[in-house]
């Protein structure tokens, strides 16, 4: 099956700072999806991003589907910012999520 | 409507108890998930169903079955589980097409095995 990876695990940011997260997967997807887990388990959707650029305020993502990775930016980072970000790749039944990146942003 | 709704929020059960998790979805989507999250672990898909068709994560012990009453509706059977299965159960639905969609996640139930 695919495999998903995420770096950084974990990302201590000030509050303000810019900071880029990635997610690399092993095998050509038709599905990628970033989310936000907030401290009570709620996954919210950020971008369904199979391919291309979007944004959406102060987030953005890049999935580079030929070379199997995909990228979200998060700028002027708020201390709500905090929490897990997860990557999940596949689709359907083949739907795999990477391990995560827990960032924490400082006040 | 993007919601998607689980009932109870938390449960706990003992080992001898038969619960059942409950999941609703009004998008008039036609695929619904089971992931299992562990803390401090990613989502872990156990089940789908996909146009009323099951499909099984192999892994996954006969004590969790699952039911899809109707396309909107998902239940998740509890009997004879063990207290590692005390998790986060979270239901997802997406539009079912085949080449995979966008998932939308509901708030989960907190399951607590004594």
């Known amino acids: 099956g695919i495999q998903v990876e995420q770096s950084p695990p974990d990302l201590i940011l000030q509050e303000g700072a810019n900071s880029t997260l990635r997610c690399n997967f092993s095998?050509?997807?038709?599905?990628l999806q970033w989310f936000h887990q907030n401290p009570w388990g709620q996954l919210i959707n950020l971008f369904y991003?199979?391919?291309g650029t979007k944004q959406n305020g102060r987030l953005s993502a890049t999935t580079v589907a030929t070379e199997r990775y995909s990228l979200l930016y998060i700028s002027s980072s708020q201390t709500t910012d905090s929490g897990v970000y997860f990557c999940?790749?596949?689709?359907?039944?083949?739907?795999?999520f990477g391990a995560g990146t827990r960032l924490f942003v400082k006040a | 409507d993007t919601e998607v709704t689980q009932t109870p929020k938390h449960l706990v059960m003992g080992m001898t108890n038969k619960k059942s998790l409950k999941c609703e979805q009004h998008?008039?989507?036609?695929?619904m998930y089971w992931y299992k999250q562990k803390a401090k672990k990613p989502p872990e898909l156990m089940f789908v169903?996909?146009?009323?068709?099951?499909?099984i994560n192999e892994s996954m012990p006969s004590r969790f079955s699952p039911e899809c009453p109707n396309s909107s509706l998902l239940n998740l059977h509890l009997h004879a589980l063990q207290p590692e299965d005390s998790a986060l159960y979270l239901c997802?639905?997406?539009?079912?097409?085949?080449?995979?969609?966008?998932?939308?996640f509901g708030p989960g139930t907190r399951l607590t095995v004594l």
């Open positions: 095998d050509s997807v038709n599905n």
């Open positions: 991003i199979p391919s």
């Open positions: 997802a639905s997406s539009q079912g097409h085949l080449r995979g969609d966008e998932q939308f």
């Open positions: 998008m008039g989507h036609r695929a």
């Open positions: 999940a790749a596949g689709g359907g039944f083949k739907t795999i």
């Open positions: 169903y996909s146009y009323e068709k099951l499909s």
